[in-house]
RNA sequence: GCCGUCGUAGCUCAGUCGGUUAGAGCGCUAGAUUGUGGAUCUAGAGGUCCCCUGUUCAAUUCAGGGCGACGGUACCA
């Protein structure tokens, strides 16, 4: 066909699982962030970060291999044939920081950290292969204090993000106590043979909230086959310890020593489970003298996160309130955070058991409820006010105008494009420009600048249909002399911002 | 990974039972408007109909494969 030579374009395009973040995000995110993060500095955390880049060993059972060389992260190999790997979490990387610096940090150590992770699986509805976390942990401390005020500032971390009371829960329960549980029925924690049953009957329990008890059910037994077709093999259990394992996780009652009562009878006899539950009540007692209720912090048993390396108390933070998207479609956020203790990680450096507690708070997924919730600032963009070049041979004279606004602490530019004005106020309207600065002959001849306001504008043109009435319509512009610029430039940025 | 749906303009989507110039709305550009965004009217630009192979005189349309998106499920440190 075409002997036209081809020139290679590539084509403009995303990886899967990525997106790019647009202004207006950005802003509102940061904003979120920002009051994450002085809830966080009030409870005493420090800030620490650390790279996106690890050697592909210190992150854990994922190392790369012929066989699976990108199995759940990214990773590649270095000149010096060492294996690096891009982080999938900041507990990992905790850890490894611990480790490497533990005599000097001052202990208990308390840290917060936000940034971004990254993981190399299918992405989903609301799964990103790059995404944020805010982790707070603190090391080195065997207390439950620290894990109920961890609890306790995510509960102030939701509110203090406007959500309110009853809109989120936290959802509490321990460890141990199915530990207990598992060690009743037969399949101890210390037994290999149970090993896999153990943590098939773990992630089944985990699915309550999604599958109900009787698809928990088919997933402790034989397993269960899902609408698609596909077959979920279960953990093989028998009736009985089905039944123990129901018994326990069906657990509910409103208040949290109730749950820890009903609990007692579960694990009567068991030391493991018994513990547990007394490290329930330890969280209880801490955090009703705090003032937390079981309206913002709750005991629920059939919390049990995924993970096999939690050996305590376990959270998550729920939100509870329902949206229905465009399509009539209600759905519900779910978990936006969760936590554990894990006294085991920092064991793999340095053959230690020291204890750790942290939590997380996934960024993304609760920045998109805060939307539906309309909690999120949608006037958090806001353009700078943009001076219009209305005549070349004049530009450093507007310049100076840009200028004297900057000085006094006004965002503002100069149109640095090369369209006639009416691009130029198109231009300002889609930064969202609060004001425009004119200065054109008529201005030039009597030493004034325009000031046009376009937020009022904008807000005043719906009002209006008729064509003449439309272009006669200067209500929103004012004529002032050029050295009162700053000032009332001021002055309408002001009256914008009360009449939000 | 498995199952399913889908891929046409920048966006949302129509359409072609295989046949000449593939459409709409929104958006974009320009004009109506002697210096003015956002309302209204008019005009214009913009397409490898996802890619490859096959069937056919002829493929955007049919078939196979690939890639991608979406949804469910599994995994999720």
Wanted: hydrophobic fraction near 35%; charge should be negative.
């Amino acid at each position: 066909m075409s002997k036209k030579q081809k020139t290679f374009r590539p084509k403009a395009r995303l990886p899967r699982g990525l997106h790019d973040e647009k202004a207006f995000e950005v802003v509102a995110q940061r904003q979120m962030l920002e009051q994450i993060r002085q809830v966080y500095e009030l409870y005493g955390f420090e800030p620490l970060e650390t790279s996106a880049l690890e050697y592909a060993d210190v992150l854990g059972k994922f190392l790369p291999d012929q066989d699976r060389p990108n199995e759940g992260v990214f990773s590649f190999q270095d000149d010096d044939d060492q294996w690096l790997s891009l982080r999938y979490d900041l507990t990992a990387p905790l850890a490894r920081y611990v480790a490497q610096n533990y005599d000097g940090l001052a202990k208990p150590f308390r840290r917060y950290q936000v940034g971004p992770v990254w993981r190399n699986e299918k992405p989903g509805p609301g799964r990103y292969r790059q995404f944020i976390q805010f982790d707070a942990d603190t090391v080195a401390a065997p207390g439950m204090s620290a894990d109920a005020e961890l609890c306790a500032m995510l509960s102030d971390a939701m509110e203090a993000l406007g959500i309110p009371r009853g809109s989120y829960e936290v959802r509490v329960n321990n460890r141990k106590i199915l530990d207990g549980v598992f060690e009743q029925i037969g399949i101890a924690l210390d037994d290999p043979d149970t090993n896999n049953q153990r943590l098939t009957a773990l992630r089944a329990i985990d699915k309550l909230d999604r599958l109900g008890v009787n698809g928990v059910r088919a997933l402790l037994g034989k397993g269960r086959k899902d609408e698609s077709g596909d077959f979920t093999k279960g953990a093989e259990l028998s009736e009985d310890q089905i039944e123990k394992v129901m018994s326990f996780v069906s657990v509910t009652a409103e208040a949290r020593l109730d749950v820890c009562n009903a609990l007692d009878d579960i694990v009567a006899g068991n030391e493991t489970g018994k513990s547990g539950v007394t490290e329930l009540r330890e969280i209880d007692a801490l955090l009703t003298a705090g003032g937390y209720g079981s309206d913002q912090i709750r005991f629920d048993p059939s919390i049990v996160r995924g993970l096999e390396y939690y050996t305590g108390p376990v959270y998550e933070v729920e939100l509870t309130f329902e949206t229905t998207d465009e399509g009539g479609e209600v759905s519900r956020f779910g978990s936006v955070g969760s936590g554990g203790r894990y006294d085991g990680l920092v064991e793999r450096f340095k053959g230690v058991r020291i204890p750790a507690t942290g939590c997380s708070i996934g960024v993304s997924r609760l920045f998109a409820a805060l939307q539906a919730l309309g909690k999120v600032d949608d006037q958090a963009l806001r353009g700078p006010v943009v001076v219009l070049v209305m005549d070349q041979a004049r530009v450093s004279e507007y310049q100076k105008m840009v200028q004297e606004l900057r000085q006094a602490g006004i965002r503002s530019e100069l149109y640095l494009g090369g369209s006639g004005m009416k691009a130029q106020m198109k231009y300002a309207d889609k930064r969202q420009a609060p004001i425009v600065v004119i200065e054109g002959e008529d201005e030039l001849a009597n030493d004034t600048v325009t000031l046009k306001d376009l937020a009022l504008g904008a807000k005043l043109s719906g009002e209006i249909s008729d064509n003449k009435e439309w272009r006669e319509s200067q209500a929103t512009q004012v004529s002032v002399p050029r050295s009162d610029l700053v000032s009332r430039a001021q002055s309408m940025l002001d009256d914008d911002e009360v009449g939000e």
